[in-house]
């Protein structure tokens, strides 16, 4: 049975209906809920648009394509898909496209229900304006529920995010927009909060500089930028990962505690925590493109797509090291680092705690905490031992909270894990802006990356080969970080701790 929602249906307007994004993650999400009742199938519409012309039915086999049939499901794709429509723009600033657009939704909104109409944006940035200023003026009925789901990236950069906003503040009020980023979605990103005011002492009176050397953010993708090329030249791993998904994770990792967990409380946290970030300074990042596969002729150069530059200077990698000035974090290095066509793919991050000064072993590997999302949903704990057996031997042992393959049994393990998408999604239809991202927040995000992204976005990039572990460069990038470094004592970082942050297992 599906949840109660404050609706009698609900509209989803799906603009770039025709892109990828929409076809591996947002359909998919919507016949998600659908299929584990979160939504009423009878009860909501889908409507597809974008500049792309369909015939017949052709919108609704595209998009087929993208969905698996799902077990024990509430509604079959069949039943899904045939809520699914779809309407051809001539054009994003085209006025009367618009008009056609809200006749077609007219059409499925039953006479008399109260309704809602979610409008959900996966565009680039340039048509950001044109598409929100025709649907406020063509698409959005008074008197009834409407609500605007922008996509990142919010923006290129400081200034164009403050343009953006002014322009949406003339439209919508803030409680109808909801800024989206998929990681706040995210089960492994979400449970910082829990790990660090839930009551574990063990975490939460040590998560500070008094017992932490260095945070680690760890972003790698098996998979170079293939079919997004184009986008992708234009954008660059700093602005399509690391200042959104990546900060995301680390504002919740570094903030102090909020005041409750409503979403004004949370997102104030949040914003304090990234008005205390410094600037990422030029000097301190590192930025990479990858070349061919020497050994597998089908990995080929990040410039051997016919969508790319040849003389792109885009970076597929990039290692980031941020400072924080509060009292918390001061002198402790959040070393943030993401790339493509790597070895694995893996996401992560990473509490490296200090070894006590007075250790009876000091030659004990010193303990880290790790939360992951990728291989696997896990927690891990590193802690120094003795080995079993003979002797006296020290060893790192891991004590582990595997989310994906925990018994069927066990607490932590749930019937139905919703996607990002999923929860964002109906969340957004619920109303419910705990796990978007409010104007001040999407702004001040990039006074911390502007300075990073504008000195090194013509910069020529170190290369690495496609399927390896990066640049090999990067070891010694981070053992001259290390020299900066400062504790609360003011004193550099001693030579065994250099030694450990440039081989640091990122």
Same mark, same amino acid.
């Given at each position: 049975m599906a949840p109660s929602l404050p609706f009698d249906h609900v509209t989803i307007a799906v603009f770039g209906a025709s892109g990828d994004l929409a076809k591996k993650m947002t359909y998919p999400a919507i016949y998600s809920l659908v299929a584990n009742g979160m939504l009423d199938v009878n009860k909501l519409h889908v409507v597809g648009t974008a500049r792309s012309s369909y015939e017949g039915s052709e919108f609704q086999d595209k998009i087929k394509k993208g969905l698996k049939e799902k077990k024990d499901a509430k509604a079959s794709i069949s039943d899904f898909i045939s809520r699914c429509s779809y309407v051809s723009l001539k054009g994003y600033e085209d006025t009367e496209s618009y008009s056609k657009l809200d006749a077609a939704i007219r059409k499925l909104e039953p006479e008399g229900k109260k309704?809602?109409?979610?409008?959900?944006?996966?565009?680039?940035? =340039?048509?950001?304006?044109?598409?929100?200023?025709?649907?406020?003026?063509?698409?959005?009925?008074?008197? /009834?529920?409407?609500? !605007?789901? #922008?996509? $990142?990236?919010?923006?290129?950069?400081?200034?164009?995010?403050? $343009?953006? =906003?002014?322009?949406?503040?003339?439209?919508?009020s803030e409680d109808e927009l909801y800024r989206i980023d998929h990681y706040l979605g995210k089960d492994t990103v979400k449970t910082i909060l829990p790990l660090r005011f839930g009551g574990n002492p063990h975490l939460s009176s040590t998560w500070s500089r008094e017992h932490v050397s260095a945070v680690t953010i760890n972003f790698k993708e098996e998979f170079g930028a293939e079919g997004r090329g184009g986008y992708f030249d234009e954008f660059g791993m700093i602005r399509d990962?690391?200042? &959104?998904? *990546?900060? /995301?994770?680390?504002? *919740?990792?570094?903030?102090?505690?909020?005041?409750?967990?409503?979403?004004?409380?949370?997102?104030?946290?949040?914003? +304090?925590?990234?008005?205390?970030?410094?600037?990422?300074?030029?000097?301190? #990042?590192?930025?990479?493109?990858?070349? %061919? =596969?020497?050994?597998?002729?089908?990995? $080929? %150069?990040?410039?051997?797509?016919?969508?790319?530059? &040849?003389?792109?200077?885009?970076? @597929?990698?990039?290692?980031? #090291?941020?400072?924080?000035? &509060?009292?918390?974090?001061?002198?402790?290095?959040?070393?943030?680092?993401?790339?493509?066509? !790597?070895?694995?793919?893996?996401?992560? #991050?990473?509490?490296?705690? +200090?070894?006590?000064? $007075?250790?009876?072993?000091?030659?004990?590997?010193?303990?880290?905490? @790790?939360?992951?999302?990728?291989?696997? +949903? =896990?927690?891990? *704990?590193?802690?120094?031992? +003795?080995?079993?057996?003979?002797?006296?031997?020290?060893?790192? %042992?891991? *004590?582990?909270?595997?989310?994906?393959?925990?018994?069927?049994?066990?607490?932590?393990?749930?019937?139905?894990?919703?996607?990002?998408?999923e929860t964002l999604i109906f969340e957004a239809i619920t109303g419910d802006h705990t796990w978007f991202i409010p104007r001040a927040e999407a702004e001040a995000g990039w006074r911390v990356w502007d300075k990073a992204i504008s000195g090194t976005e013509n910069r020529t990039p170190f290369a690495y080969e496609y399927g390896g572990q990066g640049p090999k460069e990067e070891k010694e990038f981070l053992k001259q970080r290390a020299h900066d470094v400062h504790f609360e004592t003011g004193e550099a970082v001693t030579e065994d701790f250099r030694k450990q942050f440039g081989a640091l297992k990122l």
């Amino acid at each position: 049975m599906a949840p109660s929602l404050p609706f009698d249906h609900v509209t989803i307007a799906v603009f770039g209906a025709s892109g990828d994004l929409a076809k591996k993650m947002t359909y998919p999400a919507i016949y998600s809920l659908v299929a584990n009742g979160m939504l009423d199938v009878n009860k909501l519409h889908v409507v597809g648009t974008a500049r792309s012309s369909y015939e017949g039915s052709e919108f609704q086999d595209k998009i087929k394509k993208g969905l698996k049939e799902k077990k024990d499901a509430k509604a079959s794709i069949s039943d899904f898909i045939s809520r699914c429509s779809y309407v051809s723009l001539k054009g994003y600033e085209d006025t009367e496209s618009y008009s056609k657009l809200d006749a077609a939704i007219r059409k499925l909104e039953p006479e008399g229900k109260k309704s809602l109409r979610l409008f959900y944006i996966a565009l680039p940035p =340039s048509a950001f304006e044109d598409v929100s200023g025709n649907i406020k003026k063509k698409c959005w009925p008074e008197g /009834q529920t409407n609500r !605007l789901i #922008v996509e $990142k990236p919010y923006g290129k950069d400081e200034a164009s995010a403050k $343009k953006l =906003s002014k322009h949406l503040e003339s439209l919508f009020s803030e409680d109808e927009l909801y800024r989206i980023d998929h990681y706040l979605g995210k089960d492994t990103v979400k449970t910082i909060l829990p790990l660090r005011f839930g009551g574990n002492p063990h975490l939460s009176s040590t998560w500070s500089r008094e017992h932490v050397s260095a945070v680690t953010i760890n972003f790698k993708e098996e998979f170079g930028a293939e079919g997004r090329g184009g986008y992708f030249d234009e954008f660059g791993m700093i602005r399509d990962v690391m200042q &959104n998904h *990546l900060m /995301q994770w680390i504002v *919740l990792l570094g903030m102090e505690p909020p005041k409750s967990l409503s979403a004004d409380d949370i997102h104030e946290a949040k914003l +304090k925590f990234i008005s205390d970030c410094k600037p990422i300074v030029p000097e301190d #990042v590192l930025v990479a493109q990858y070349e %061919a =596969s020497k050994s597998d002729k089908e990995k $080929k %150069a990040y410039k051997d797509d016919e969508t790319v530059k &040849n003389d792109s200077k885009a970076a @597929t990698f990039a290692t980031a #090291v941020m400072y924080v000035n &509060n009292e918390r974090w001061r002198g402790v290095p959040f070393v943030i680092r993401a790339g493509k066509a !790597l070895d694995e793919t893996r996401a992560e #991050v990473t509490l490296h705690y +200090k070894t006590p000064a $007075k250790a009876l072993f000091p030659t004990a590997t010193p303990s880290t905490f @790790t939360v992951r999302d990728h291989p696997e +949903k =896990s927690h891990t *704990l590193t802690l120094s031992t +003795k080995q079993v057996g003979e002797g006296f031997s020290i060893v790192s %042992a891991p *004590l582990v909270v595997d989310f994906d393959h925990a018994s069927p049994s066990a607490s932590v393990k749930a019937s139905y894990v919703p996607s990002a998408y999923e929860t964002l999604i109906f969340e957004a239809i619920t109303g419910d802006h705990t796990w978007f991202i409010p104007r001040a927040e999407a702004e001040a995000g990039w006074r911390v990356w502007d300075k990073a992204i504008s000195g090194t976005e013509n910069r020529t990039p170190f290369a690495y080969e496609y399927g390896g572990q990066g640049p090999k460069e990067e070891k010694e990038f981070l053992k001259q970080r290390a020299h900066d470094v400062h504790f609360e004592t003011g004193e550099a970082v001693t030579e065994d701790f250099r030694k450990q942050f440039g081989a640091l297992k990122l």
